[in-house]
């Protein structure tokens, strides 16, 4: 069964830093994954996917993911982070386009100024 | 296109008590996701709609829930005899066919005590 882990609970950085959220998945077949973003009270949302193509992947507000299919990888980076990006970021996949996604469980970013 | 909404933001229940909550979807989109976010954690499936049909339902979800998309336009979801383990937020999606990655609601907070 497909599965989701994010390597890291927390992540601290200070403003204007570079940043990686890790995210490694276990499927036995091919997979389409997601990062999302959760401020606080508020739902999910869409940051970047990836379906097929390249493997890197841009997404909004300067976010861009790597998927590295042969360590099944798909880590977020932003080379340069500001206050407003502090929030919960979520790694999804969906195993052989089902449309069910599993999430991992969640990466703390916290910017410190 | 006022996004997905739900109703309503935050709901508190006595244990026992049944609870319903209400998702309107993107207008245009066919299909409509149910999930539960308890604290700390990424959220979980539960169940999934293509119009009017539900498709898929977790096994997450017992008997006590229900959920419902009568024309293929909003949903809700039901509990019934409400426990303290069912505090959670619940997320509503939706999607088209043509496009992967949700756009999530705001979400409902249930708080059993």
């Known amino acids: 069964a497909q599965s989701v882990t994010q390597l890291d609970s927390q992540v601290p950085v200070f403003e204007e830093a570079p940043v990686e959220l890790r995210c490694n998945y276990s499927?036995?077949?091919?997979?389409?994954l997601f990062w999302y973003v959760q401020y606080p009270n508020q739902g999910l949302q869409l940051l970047l996917k990836y379906l097929s193509g390249s493997t890197l992947v841009k997404g909004i507000n300067g976010f861009e993911a790597e998927f590295n299919k042969s360590q099944t990888s798909f880590h977020l980076r932003k080379p340069s982070v500001h206050i407003s990006d502090t929030a919960e970021y979520f790694c999804a996949v969906s195993e052989g386009g089902a449309q069910k996604l599993v999430f991992g469980q969640g990466t703390r970013l916290t910017i410190n100024p | 296109d006022t996004g997905v909404s739900q109703d309503p933001r935050h709901k508190i229940t006595k244990r026992g008590q049944n609870v319903t909550f209400r998702c309107d979807p993107i207008?245009?989109?066919?299909?409509l996701y149910w999930y539960r976010q308890t604290l700390g954690q990424g959220p979980e499936f539960l169940t999934y709609?293509?119009?009017?049909?539900?498709?898929?339902k977790s096994r997450l979800l017992s008997d006590r829930f229900s959920a419902e998309r009568p024309k293929g336009s909003f949903s809700t979801l039901e509990i019934q005899h409400t426990e303290q383990g069912d505090s959670a937020m619940y997320l509503c999606?939706?999607?088209?066919?043509?496009?992967?990655?949700?756009?999530f609601g705001s979400g409902t907070r249930l708080t059993v005590v």
């Open positions: 207008s245009e989109h066919n299909r």
């Open positions: 999606a939706s999607s088209s066919t043509t496009a992967y990655g949700y756009t």
């Open positions: 709609f293509q119009n009017e049909a539900q498709l898929e």
């Open positions: 499927s036995s077949v091919s997979v389409y």
